[in-house]
């Protein structure tokens, strides 16, 4: 019921969700040239999606809750591997890393390849229906995730799955797409790490966008089951993306200063 709901929103709202042309697999930069070059946004064209082209045999992990004491061992596993991942996060806690002076690690993951995204300011149970007060959660997790990292968020996941008609449309009115999932291994519950990665590899299929936590309530198993993950996905033929990359969106970089015309004569000169 709910992918056939899914699905209806995706087909009033945006007519398709993710791209339907090959698209050549990006490959995660940890060069130096990307760190002086991260991105700071991405190229909008869809509403709402919970997953992505069916072609490319690609597949987008997905954290929620962030940043907790998991988050920096989450995004080295994934450096380690040299694949993306893509973190939701939660405004208050990335503002609280901000005094502890934490929110650098933001900016590092996404000069790394990893993507982040807003799953509002404190995460409230009823974010649908709050209002004016929807747009408000939104606009100020961006706010902290931008001083935080330098990016501005492209994706939006609401809290619990929650979602209406009308937070769809605030979302999309401050330039954030939508983002539910079609595979969840629910391992708020800690079923155990070999759980956690059993249910990811058996749910996966081409274009799938998998949730996980970045939470205390994980109790550190995501993490210890993310190896076995990226290497069972890899096993099977999947390339791990961005969620942004898997809706055939791109990322963009800050445009360079322009410089400013030559002068024939230099100032001063008499030309002689």
Known sequence: MRLAAAALVCALLLGACGSSSEKTIPTPTVTAAALSHPPVGCTHHLVFASHGSEEGRMIALSFDDGPSPYTRPLYETFLRYHVPATFFMIGERVAAA??????????EMIAHGMEIGNH??????DLPH??????????LANREIERASGFTPCLFRPPYGNQTSELVQRAKVLGLVTTRWDDSAEDWQHPGANVIAQRVLAAARPGAIVTLHDNTETEGQTVEAMPKIIEGLQARGYHLVTITQI????????KPPRKPPSLSTPIGSTGE
């Not at 809706?247 to 800050?254: A, D, P, R």
């Open 120 to 125: 509002s300011y404190d995460h409230p149970h």
């Open 98 to 107: 901000i005094e502890r002076r934490e929110g650098g690690l933001l900016r």
């Open 130 to 139: 709050e209002g004016e007060g929807t747009s408000l959660q939104l606009e």
């Open 247 to 254: 809706l055939g969106e791109e990322f963009i970089g800050k």
